[in-house]
């Protein structure tokens, strides 16, 4: 067995006890803490930033396709399901899904109230699986095999509340245009987001019934929206889909149209990123710390082994070895702790949040390995290389003075 690394155990925690054995717990106690907050941080951001992208995604894709517009209006200008880009998308290995929309602005009346949305329709091809988890109360749309219209509506409970609307009521929703048209729908589904680009405005209809309204073709919608299978690459997918659009179609990337959500999302990298940082400083000073202490405590054991003739760098090895495993026993606790935490929120959604504030109902969890396995390397690598910084004194160390030192 290698010396250093058997004297190490000898003086280890378990096998010392008073002043010595205090110091190890701290040691052990201070990195597992370290740990497992910087675990709970980075799984509590991801959950985060996935669950508000989500709610993004499942209203408009991660990208739009539609014709090239002068205009800033919500109305659409038509574009063909016959094109190439559409009748062929199944051959584009990056496209997960697509599905059509139109835009067209009303006003939807309560029995007291007038509210100025935004119908959105959809058809047959809607991904209800990624909506699903924002649909509250109520179902979706049951589209009529004939293709004629379906007078059924989802609003937002944001819309409902205002408007005193509840599951089964009939609306009449206006529209603005030359003659001046109206629809009356029934509400079917009650959806809620958190997010005020969703809630305060948009409502969910059929496609067929802004056809009508429009005299457009069965074959013609306002755009498509595009799902690819990669979200995490969505701005490395956004060229390669330009070069397989109609030439008179354009892209909409949905983490530039909604920029302001997304830019916020990445500041909360930063944010966490800081916290990384003074989480390090305070375990590898901790170390530090810890491993000067354990030399001055076994200054005498120093000499001794020198009158005995070991090297600086074998009785260095000694300390480095007591770190590690000090470090290693920290680091299975932390990560016992930190996803011990994490798995029960993940399963119980014990810890709530305000919606209004945060835009969810409870605290949520990512399960990202490859941060948690970065984390624990990063912790690993700089609490070890700071071991051989105290670990230099013992050069210095005389051992006449040592075996007399009190």
């Given at each position: 067995?290698?010396?250093?690394?058997?004297?190490?155990?000898?003086?280890?925690?378990?096998?010392?006890?008073?002043f010595?054995?205090?110091?190890?717990?701290?040691?052990?106690?201070?990195?597992?803490?370290?740990?497992?907050?910087?675990?709970?941080?980075?799984l509590?951001?991801?959950?985060?930033?996935?669950?508000?992208?989500?709610?993004?995604?499942?209203?408009?894709g991660?990208?739009?396709?539609?014709?090239?517009?002068?205009?800033?209006?919500?109305?659409?200008?038509p574009?063909?399901?016959?094109?190439?880009?559409?009748?062929?998308?199944?051959?584009?290995?990056f496209?997960?899904?697509?599905?059509e929309?139109?835009f067209?602005?009303g006003?939807?009346?309560?029995?007291?109230?007038?509210?100025?949305?935004?119908?959105?329709?959809?058809?047959?091809?809607?991904?209800s699986?990624?909506?699903?988890?924002?649909?509250?109360?109520g179902?979706?749309?049951?589209?009529?095999e004939?293709?004629?219209?379906?007078?059924?509506v989802?609003?937002?409970?944001k819309?409902?509340?205002?408007?005193?609307?509840?599951?089964?009521?009939?609306?009449?929703?206006?529209?603005?245009?030359?003659?001046?048209?109206?629809?009356?729908?029934?509400?079917?589904?009650?959806?809620?987001?958190?997010?005020?680009?969703?809630d305060?405005?948009m409502?969910?209809?059929?496609?067929?019934?802004?056809?009508?309204?429009?005299?457009?073709?069965?074959?013609?919608?306002?755009?498509?929206?595009?799902?690819?299978?990669?979200?995490?690459?969505?701005?490395?997918?956004?060229?390669?889909?330009y070069?397989?659009?109609?030439?008179?179609?354009?892209?909409?990337?949905?983490?530039?149209?909604?920029?302001?959500?997304?830019?916020?999302?990445?500041?909360?990298?930063?944010?966490?990123?800081?916290?990384?940082?003074?989480?390090?400083?305070?375990?590898?000073?901790?170390?530090?710390?810890?491993?000067f202490?354990?030399?001055?405590?076994?200054?005498?054991?120093?000499g001794?082994?020198?009158?005995?003739?070991?090297?600086?760098?074998?009785?260095?090895?000694i300390?480095?070895?007591?770190?590690?495993?000090?470090?290693?026993?920290?680091?299975?606790?932390?990560?016992?702790?930190?996803?011990?935490?994490?798995?029960?929120?993940?399963?119980?959604?014990?810890?709530?949040?305000?919606?209004?504030?945060?835009?969810?109902?409870?605290?949520?969890?990512?399960?990202?390995?490859?941060?948690?396995?970065?984390?624990?390397?990063?912790?690993?690598?700089?609490?070890?290389?700071?071991?051989?910084?105290?670990?230099?004194?013992?050069?210095?160390?005389?051992p006449?003075?040592?075996?007399?030192?009190?």
């Open positions: 067995m290698n010396l250093s690394y058997f004297i190490a155990k000898r003086i280890s925690f378990k096998r010392t006890g008073g010595t054995g205090t110091i190890h717990g701290i040691a052990v106690a201070s990195i597992a803490i370290g740990l497992s907050i910087l675990i709970i941080a980075f509590i951001q991801g959950g985060f930033k996935e669950v508000v992208a989500n709610k993004v995604f499942a209203f408009t991660h990208y739009q396709v539609h014709k090239f517009s002068s205009h800033n209006g919500y109305e659409d200008i574009s063909s399901k016959n094109s190439q880009f559409y009748t062929n998308y199944k051959d584009y290995g496209v997960k899904h697509i599905q929309y139109a067209k602005p006003l939807l009346k309560g029995d007291d109230e007038v509210q100025g949305v935004l119908l959105k329709g959809i058809g047959p091809d809607f991904d699986v990624a909506f699903q988890p924002a649909l509250h109360e179902r979706l749309i049951n589209f009529n004939d293709g004629s219209a379906a007078n059924e989802l609003l937002s409970r819309i409902a509340n205002k408007l005193l609307l509840g599951l089964g009521d009939k609306v009449i929703m206006y529209f603005v245009q030359d003659p001046p048209r109206y629809r009356r729908f029934e509400v079917v589904g009650i959806y809620e987001t958190y997010l005020e680009d969703f305060d405005k409502v969910l209809g059929d496609i067929q019934t802004i056809r009508n309204l429009n005299g457009w073709n069965p074959d013609q919608v306002g755009g498509f929206e595009v799902f690819i299978n990669d979200p995490k690459q969505i701005n490395e997918f956004e060229e390669a889909l070069d397989k659009i109609d030439y008179d179609l354009k892209v909409d990337n949905s983490t530039i149209k909604f920029i302001q959500i997304f830019d916020w999302l990445k500041l909360l990298n930063n944010n966490v990123y800081v916290f990384l940082a003074l989480i390090l400083f305070v375990a590898a000073f901790n170390m530090v710390s810890i491993l202490i354990l030399i001055m405590e076994r200054t005498q054991m120093i001794m082994l020198k009158s005995m003739g070991s090297s600086n760098r074998q009785i260095r090895r300390f480095v070895w007591n770190g590690i495993r000090i470090i290693g026993r920290g680091t299975l606790l932390g990560n016992a702790i930190g996803l011990g935490l994490c798995a029960f929120q993940y399963w119980t959604q014990a810890l709530t949040l305000d919606p209004e504030n945060y835009y969810m109902t409870y605290v949520p969890i990512e399960w990202n390995w490859p941060v948690i396995i970065a984390l624990n390397c990063i912790v690993l690598v700089v609490t070890t290389l700071v071991l051989f910084i105290p670990a230099m004194l013992i050069s210095n160390v005389q006449i003075k040592a075996i007399r030192f009190d």
